[in-house]
Protein backbone atom coordinates (compact mmCIF):
# COMPACT_ATOMS: atom_id res chain seq x y z
CA UNK A 1 0.00 0.00 0.00
CA UNK A 2 2.82 2.37 0.78
CA UNK A 3 4.82 1.73 -2.79
CA UNK A 4 1.28 2.53 -4.70
CA UNK A 5 1.08 5.39 -2.36
CA UNK A 6 4.18 6.75 -3.20
CA UNK A 7 3.86 5.93 -7.00
CA UNK A 8 0.92 7.83 -7.04
CA UNK A 9 2.63 11.08 -5.49
CA UNK A 10 5.28 10.52 -7.78
CA UNK A 11 2.68 10.51 -11.30
CA UNK A 12 0.75 13.77 -9.82
CA UNK A 13 4.63 15.52 -8.83
CA UNK A 14 5.32 14.88 -13.12
CA UNK A 15 1.84 15.26 -14.24
CA UNK A 16 1.52 18.54 -12.38
CA UNK A 17 3.15 21.54 -14.10
CA UNK A 18 5.47 23.74 -10.76
CA UNK A 19 7.21 27.03 -11.29
CA UNK A 20 10.73 25.72 -9.99
CA UNK A 21 10.66 22.72 -12.29
CA UNK A 22 11.70 23.60 -16.09
CA UNK A 23 9.36 23.09 -19.19
CA UNK A 24 9.78 20.51 -22.19
CA UNK A 25 12.35 22.65 -24.03
CA UNK A 26 11.34 20.66 -27.35
CA UNK A 27 7.72 21.57 -26.92
CA UNK A 28 9.38 25.68 -26.16
CA UNK A 29 11.03 25.18 -29.34
CA UNK A 30 8.42 23.69 -31.60
CA UNK A 31 5.89 26.94 -30.34
CA UNK A 32 8.93 29.10 -31.41
CA UNK A 33 9.33 27.72 -34.84
CA UNK A 34 6.39 29.20 -36.70
CA UNK A 35 3.78 32.18 -36.56
CA UNK A 36 0.69 32.07 -37.69
CA UNK A 37 -0.46 35.27 -39.94
CA UNK A 38 -3.89 36.56 -41.10
CA UNK A 39 -3.01 39.39 -43.58
CA UNK A 40 -5.25 39.45 -46.13
CA UNK A 41 -8.57 39.08 -44.36
CA UNK A 42 -10.99 41.74 -45.07
CA UNK A 43 -10.84 43.85 -42.07
CA UNK A 44 -13.98 45.63 -42.50
CA UNK A 45 -17.22 45.53 -44.94
CA UNK A 46 -20.46 46.59 -45.25
CA UNK A 47 -23.45 44.27 -43.85
CA UNK A 48 -24.25 41.66 -46.96
CA UNK A 49 -20.90 41.97 -48.26
CA UNK A 50 -18.61 38.76 -48.68
CA UNK A 51 -15.02 39.08 -47.13
CA UNK A 52 -12.37 36.27 -46.71
CA UNK A 53 -10.47 35.06 -43.60
CA UNK A 54 -7.02 34.16 -44.44
CA UNK A 55 -4.83 32.03 -42.80
CA UNK A 56 -1.39 31.05 -43.49
CA UNK A 57 0.81 28.57 -40.80
CA UNK A 58 4.63 29.86 -41.97
CA UNK A 59 7.00 27.55 -40.27
CA UNK A 60 10.33 29.44 -39.23
CA UNK A 61 14.16 28.42 -39.57
CA UNK A 62 13.88 25.15 -40.58
CA UNK A 63 10.53 24.04 -40.16
CA UNK A 64 7.59 22.73 -41.37
CA UNK A 65 3.77 21.47 -41.24
CA UNK A 66 3.71 17.57 -41.59
CA UNK A 67 1.84 17.04 -44.80
CA UNK A 68 0.42 13.90 -43.77
CA UNK A 69 -0.31 14.35 -39.96
CA UNK A 70 -3.51 15.74 -38.97
CA UNK A 71 -4.52 19.29 -39.83
CA UNK A 72 -8.02 20.58 -38.38
CA UNK A 73 -8.90 24.06 -38.25
CA UNK A 74 -11.68 24.50 -36.51
CA UNK A 75 -14.02 27.99 -37.82
CA UNK A 76 -16.50 30.31 -35.37
CA UNK A 77 -17.74 33.94 -35.58
CA UNK A 78 -19.81 35.97 -33.68
CA UNK A 79 -23.90 36.14 -34.88
CA UNK A 80 -23.50 38.70 -36.90
CA UNK A 81 -21.22 36.53 -39.75
CA UNK A 82 -21.82 33.64 -41.18
CA UNK A 83 -18.91 31.55 -42.23
CA UNK A 84 -18.84 29.30 -45.48
CA UNK A 85 -17.02 26.34 -44.24
CA UNK A 86 -16.57 25.70 -40.35
CA UNK A 87 -13.60 22.91 -40.36
CA UNK A 88 -10.77 23.24 -42.52
CA UNK A 89 -8.17 20.38 -43.45
CA UNK A 90 -4.88 19.49 -45.58
CA UNK A 91 -7.13 19.40 -48.51
CA UNK A 92 -8.56 23.19 -48.22
CA UNK A 93 -5.18 24.45 -48.35
CA UNK A 94 -4.46 27.44 -50.98
CA UNK A 95 -3.35 25.40 -54.50
CA UNK A 96 0.33 26.11 -54.47
CA UNK A 97 3.10 25.46 -57.70
CA UNK A 98 4.43 22.93 -54.46
CA UNK A 99 1.40 20.69 -53.52
CA UNK A 100 3.95 19.33 -50.38
CA UNK A 101 4.66 23.45 -49.88
CA UNK A 102 5.40 23.90 -46.13
CA UNK A 103 3.77 26.68 -45.28
CA UNK A 104 -0.47 25.76 -45.89
CA UNK A 105 -2.32 29.13 -46.04
CA UNK A 106 -6.56 28.86 -46.00
CA UNK A 107 -8.78 31.48 -47.53
CA UNK A 108 -12.87 31.09 -46.50
CA UNK A 109 -15.04 33.38 -47.52
CA UNK A 110 -17.52 34.58 -45.21
CA UNK A 111 -20.65 37.20 -45.35
CA UNK A 112 -21.50 39.96 -43.06
CA UNK A 113 -25.04 39.50 -41.86
CA UNK A 114 -25.08 42.34 -39.24
CA UNK A 115 -23.58 45.57 -38.73
CA UNK A 116 -21.42 46.57 -35.71
CA UNK A 117 -17.99 44.97 -34.70
CA UNK A 118 -17.62 41.14 -35.26
CA UNK A 119 -14.76 38.39 -34.42
CA UNK A 120 -13.76 35.44 -36.58
CA UNK A 121 -11.82 32.55 -34.73
CA UNK A 122 -10.00 29.50 -35.90
CA UNK A 123 -8.46 26.82 -33.41
CA UNK A 124 -5.43 25.23 -35.42
CA UNK A 125 -4.53 21.90 -34.40
CA UNK A 126 -1.41 20.62 -36.87
CA UNK A 127 2.20 19.27 -36.26
CA UNK A 128 5.24 21.12 -36.78
CA UNK A 129 8.85 19.50 -37.40
CA UNK A 130 12.25 20.05 -37.76
CA UNK A 131 14.87 17.47 -38.51
CA UNK A 132 14.92 16.39 -34.50
CA UNK A 133 11.73 16.46 -33.73
CA UNK A 134 7.80 16.60 -34.77
CA UNK A 135 5.08 18.53 -31.75
CA UNK A 136 1.13 18.50 -32.38
CA UNK A 137 0.64 22.42 -31.73
CA UNK A 138 -2.73 23.96 -30.87
CA UNK A 139 -3.31 27.60 -31.45
CA UNK A 140 -6.25 30.12 -31.01
CA UNK A 141 -6.70 33.24 -33.33
CA UNK A 142 -9.27 35.89 -33.43
CA UNK A 143 -9.44 38.63 -36.20
CA UNK A 144 -11.97 41.68 -35.38
CA UNK A 145 -14.22 42.62 -38.34
CA UNK A 146 -16.15 45.70 -38.54
CA UNK A 147 -19.39 45.19 -40.31
CA UNK A 148 -21.00 48.92 -41.58
Known sequence: ?????????????????????AADPIAEEAARSYRVETG????ALAKGATGKL?????????TH??????????????????????????????ARKDPKAEAPRFEVPF??????AQELRARLDFYICSDRWCVKQTRDVAVAIDVK
Open 40 to 43: GTTG
Open 111 to 116: TATAAG
Open 1 to 21: MRMLSALLAAALWLAVPTPGR
Open 54 to 62: VLAIVPLSG
Open 65 to 94: VHPEAPLEIALTATAGVALSKAVLGHADAQ
